[in-house]
């Protein structure tokens, strides 16, 4: 393979968006997902729309074995991985003492710990070879508590803190990590983490934006090596707000727009 990217999660939403950004400057490709069906006609469409190849890797990221196997993949697929995209990612809601406590545990997993360690695991070759780019997907959740979305809100400010810092770690090595911040999304997300009744999709102060638009934000940045980028002006202007207001209000704005009904 010649020089490729890996996207996790890179078959719908915004990772999709991402993908064909990103073949469409003649990356080959490594898909990451769970749907093998998608996967495959995403392939399809990827590799008739696109002068690249596409691999496919069918792989639960709630499996601690499953950041291992990917890299394994790549390694035997000859592939120069030029750019790690860590996007794959789900929400729950409601109060954290009576959410399903294994799933909870799989969204650290997915969110936090898979990406950690696939940063790690592809990083190591980046900084040999002194080039390659990281996008790793957080969100505005990363700026504050979330109430009732407790754990997705605390692991998206993981992924915040943990990118700006291997920025920083990495930076003169010819490797950067860029983390990206989407708002509300039009995507798969809310009605995977069946919060289709959450005020976050009728937020006016946030309004959903297009996967194509994020993703077209996200991949910029990534190519111009910036350490973060929020997409969308409503959503840096809200970033931005938080640091200004007392934390107990910005608690109780954020339970206020996560419940779901
Ligand atoms: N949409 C929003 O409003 C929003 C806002 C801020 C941040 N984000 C973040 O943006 C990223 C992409 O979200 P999206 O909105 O595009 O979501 P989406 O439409 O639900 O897509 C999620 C993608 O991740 C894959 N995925 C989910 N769980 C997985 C697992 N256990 N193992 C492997 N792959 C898995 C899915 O494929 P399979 O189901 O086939 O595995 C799918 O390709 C996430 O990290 C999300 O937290 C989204």
């Not at 999660?9 to 950004?21: A, D, H, N, Q, W």
């Not at 030029?82 to 954290?96: M, P």
Request: hydrophobic share 40%; proline share 4%.
């Amino acid at each position: 393979m010649a020089k490729t990217a890996i996207i996790t999660g890179g078959t719908v939403g915004i990772g999709y968006e991402l993908s064909k950004l990103i073949a469409a400057d003649g990356y080959d490709l490594i898909l990451v997902a769970r749907n093998e069906k998608t996967l495959k006609s995403v392939k399809k469409e990827i590799e008739s729309s696109y002068r690249v190849q596409v691999e496919t890797l069918s792989a639960d990221l709630s499996d601690p074995k499953a950041p291992k196997k990917i890299f394994d993949f790549a390694k035997k697929s000859k592939a120069v991985v030029e750019i790690l995209v860590n996007n794959a990612g789900f929400g729950t809601s409601g109060r954290y003492d009576r959410m399903d406590l294994e799933k909870e545990m799989d969204m650290i997993q997915v969110n936090v710990t898979a990406l950690a360690e696939l940063t790690h695991r592809f990083l190591q070759g980046m900084v040999e070879r002194k080039s390659g780019k990281i996008l790793n997907v957080a969100s505005t959740s990363s700026f504050q508590p979330g109430p009732n979305m407790a754990n997705y809100y605390a692991g998206k400010a993981y992924v915040l803190s943990f990118s700006e810092a291997v920025y920083e770690d990495v930076k003169d090595d010819g490797v950067t990590v860029t983390v990206l911040c989407p708002g509300p999304t039009k995507t798969e997300f809310f009605e995977r983490a069946d919060i289709t009744k959450s005020k976050l999709l009728n937020n006016p102060l946030a309004p959903m934006m297009s996967a194509q638009s994020v993703a077209k934000i996200g991949y910029d940045a990534l190519k111009k090596g910036k350490p973060v980028v929020i997409a969308g002006i409503f959503n840096w202007l809200l970033a931005q707000s938080v640091r200004f207001t007392p934390r107990f209000v910005v608690r109780k704005i954020a339970k206020f727009i996560n419940q779901n009904g």
